[in-house]
């Protein structure tokens, strides 16, 4: 049984900082994409960050670009996310996917497992 587990969500004021963690089990993420998504509260899941298998592809969505960095550390079949300057519009849950692919997408639907999600809540 594959799981993703995330943490490292929190409260932070704006311009802050949060590290996301994605700890998978059940299943190896190398050689896997993985991914971030994020969902606030009426909105579409929203793609945040996506990282081939083998760090050379990485994307980024519009919305962090520049403030987000996706990494991994296939040793300990995690995915982090480094996030800065955060901002109110950040504030959502964060989602861990794997997906099925050789190549990063920034399609949810291209992804086959997913994680519950951590919060993040940026205040003004």
């Known amino acids: 049984q594959v799981m993703l587990v995330e943490s490292g969500g929190g409260l932070v004021q704006a311009g802050g900082s949060l590290r996301l963690s994605c700890v998978a089990s059940?299943?190896?993420?190398?050689?896997?994409?993985m991914a971030w998504f994020r969902q606030a509260p009426g909105k579409e899941r929203e793609f945040v960050a996506a990282?081939?298998?083998?760090?050379?592809?990485?994307f980024y969505g519009d919305s962090v670009k520049g403030r987000c960095t996706i990494s991994r550390d296939n040793a300990k079949n995690t995915v982090y996310l480094q996030m800065n300057s955060l901002k109110p519009e950040d504030t959502a849950v964060y989602y861990c996917?794997?997906?099925?692919?050789?190549?990063?997408?920034?399609?949810?639907?291209?992804?086959?497992?997913w994680g519950q999600g951590t919060q993040v809540t940026v205040s003004s």
């Open positions: 059940g299943r190896t993420i190398t050689r896997s994409v």
């Open positions: 990282m081939s298998g083998n760090g050379v592809a990485i």
């Open positions: 996917a794997q997906g099925g692919g050789l190549y990063p997408s920034r399609s949810s639907t291209d992804y086959v497992y």
